[in-house]
């Protein structure tokens, strides 16, 4: 199994800044995409943002420009930097990580959710 363990959300107010963090531990054989998804009450799950063990990255059209994702790094960690936080950012925000464990099969992994609330 693959486990995902989120840190950083919290309350900040408009304008403000987070980093997010995430990291994978399990047995993992790769890791061939890790990112962030995102779900506020009564909306679907959106992407944030996802980066791939071939150096691919993509940001949602919503985040564009304010949120970062970094590439995977050894520890098997990614992390989103957030910047100029507006009030429709505020959402639950969920790792995600695809790849192949140490038997060979494939896995789908999801974090258990932090929540980044924006508010004055």
């Known amino acids: 199994q693959v486990q995902l363990a989120e840190s950083g959300g919290g309350l900040v107010q408009p304008g403000g800044s987070l980093e997010l963090s995430c990291t994978a531990s399990?047995?993992?054989?790769?890791?061939?995409?890790m990112g962030w998804y995102r779900q506020a009450p009564g909306k679907q799950r959106e992407l944030v943002a996802i980066?791939?063990?071939?150096?691919?990255?993509k940001h949602g059209d919503s985040v564009k420009g304010r949120f970062t994702i970094s590439g995977l790094n050894a520890m098997n960690t990614v992390y989103l930097q957030v910047t100029s936080l507006k009030p429709e950012d505020s959402a639950i925000y969920y790792c995600?990580?695809?790849?192949?464990?140490?038997?060979?099969?494939?896995?789908?992994?999801w974090g258990q959710g932090t929540q980044v609330t924006v508010s004055s």
């Open positions: 399990g047995s993992i054989s790769n890791i061939k995409l």
């Open positions: 995600n990580a695809k790849g192949y464990e140490s038997n060979g099969k494939t896995y789908d992994s």
């Open positions: 980066t791939t063990d071939t150096g691919t990255i």
